[in-house]
């Protein structure tokens, strides 16, 4: 089964690497096969990891007081778990044309929820840790603790958000010293950027080079 | 009712959930855990619609006969596979655990490792040094590049010996991503992050409507 399995890994890894040719059939087949699979886990996962234990389980707990040969005083307060299953169930009114209307229930939950807990974690995660991480090398400076290469970097720190925040700073046309302030933005962004990209190439690389391994040591290697 | 209550709701929510994260009383505690419990219910609703939206899409495009409509029973036959073994004995199941590790993660680690190529195609395009940004992009790039990889610190250390500083190119990786990358993404984390809060009082107070779309 493990040879098995092997060969078929290493097929389906061919037939991806086929486009690098051109757009063909066997490319379509696995990256058709590719969005089903997917699909199809995320589907397992979230009925065994997110609806069974959250939703059927609670529901069950609430119905189980009225089945019969069960004793009432298992808990009527499982019925208030039925509600945010209801407001579930409402998502599916988007099949019904006349009562897909309905969809705004829960989407508008969602939504509230999320942009709700989006304003204290936003607040405290990126704005005012990202700041204090960019001025606290300031307080061993004051102390005298940092080297001049310290100082240096923690001005060029604060010179560059500064600068790319004015780049983002869209309110006032950049012109005079607006203009060269977000100048030097923009050249902090280009150097993140080709950061970024490089980072981002030595992972795919990465991953190539797993899957180049794979085919000439597994794959090729259980043959020979 | 069809407008105004999806509003309320979405300020209720909105305001109970900012306000939880401000009190420490076991009250405001019990309420956040009880929400996320209802949000964690009805997450997995949402993506069922998500699905039955996948295959209305495939399953016109079996009927109308577009392009490539064969392979829209690849994608049933790949979803159903995985359905039909996982939802019965679950994720844990051998047969599950074999699909995923012989099927999934090789086409998926494949399909990313494909973009090795086309991003090297892209930086071909995008890295020519013709202004000063471009040269930027590209210097910053490389060094990432280079010092990502041992060969690169092997050629600093053979072909630059006489510099006083060994490892020059890792070094000069850690540089760049410790200090102009990281002010950069710090501006860029700060303006997205003022846009996220502002994104979300409007849409707490109901100047943002988008999401309950047209009609009445």
């Given amino acids: 089964m493990e040879i098995f399995g092997i060969w078929i890994a290493a097929l389906l890894t061919l037939c991806i690497y086929s486009f690098l040719y051109k757009d063909n059939l066997f490319y379509r087949f696995a990256e058709h096969l590719f969005v089903g699979m997917s699909v199809g886990y995320g589907i397992v996962l979230s009925v065994h990891q997110g609806f069974i234990p959250f939703a059927w389980e609670p529901f069950w707990a609430a119905v189980k007081p009225f089945w ?19 407001v579930g169930l409402l998502f599916f009114s988007g099949v019904s044309p006349r009562h897909t209307w309905l969809i705004r229930y829960p989407t508008a939950i969602l939504i509230g929820f999320g942009a709700g807990l989006s304003i204290p974690n936003v607040l405290r995660a990126n704005i005012f840790e990202q700041t204090r991480g960019t001025v606290e090398p300031f307080a061993a400076v004051h102390a005298g603790t940092l080297s001049g290469w310290g100082i240096f970097e923690a001005v060029l720190m604060v010179i560059g958000v500064i600068c790319t925040l004015t780049y983002f700073f869209f309110s006032v046309e950049h012109r005079g010293p607006l203009k060269w302030i977000s100048k030097v933005g923009i050249a902090f962004l280009m150097i993140g950027f080709g950061s970024a ?12 080079i797993q899957r180049v391994d794979f085919l000439i040591n597994d794959w090729i290697g259980s043959i020979f | ?11 209720l929510f909105g305001v109970v959930m900012c ?53 829209s029973f690849v994608v049933f ?30 086409l998926d680690a494949t399909m990313f490792s494909l973009l090795a190529f086309l991003i090297a195609s892209a930086a071909f395009r995008a890295f020519r040094a013709r202004t000063f940004e471009a040269s930027l992009l590209l210097i910053s790039a490389m060094i990432v590049l280079i010092g990502n990889v041992p060969v690169g610190d092997l050629i600093w250390n053979t072909v630059l010996s006489w510099l006083p500083w060994d490892n020059g190119a890792s070094e000069a990786r850690q540089w760049i991503l410790g200090n102009p990358n990281l002010s950069a993404r710090r ?24 999401y309950i779309g047209g009609g009445d």
């Fill in chain 1, 68 to 86: 019969p040969g069960v004793p009432r005083e298992a808990g009527w307060s499982g019925l208030w778990k039925l509600i945010p299953i209801g």
């Fill in chain 1, 197 to 208: 990209f490089g980072n981002t190439v030595m992972g795919r690389v990465a991953l190539l």
């Fill in chain 2, 1 to 11: 009712m069809k407008r105004q209550v999806p509003l309320v709701l979405c300020f």
């Fill in chain 2, 19 to 71: 306000f939880t994260q401000f009190s420490p009383h076991s009250f405001s505690q019990s309420i956040y855990d009880e929400v996320v419990y209802w949000a964690l219910i009805m997450s997995p609703f949402a993506l069922a619609v998500g699905t039955i939206t996948l295959v209305q899409t495939h399953v016109i495009r079996i009927r109308r006969r577009t392009e490539h409509w064969q392979y």
């Fill in chain 2, 77 to 106: 036959a790949g979803l159903l596979t995985m359905v039909v073994i996982g939802l019965p004995f679950g994720p844990q199941h051998p047969a599950f655990a074999w699909l995923f590790n012989n099927v999934q993660v090789p």
């Fill in chain 2, 187 to 210: 501006g860029i984390i700060l303006g997205v992050s003022l846009g996220v809060i502002s994104q979300a009082i409007r849409l707490i107070l109901g100047i943002e409507r988008s």
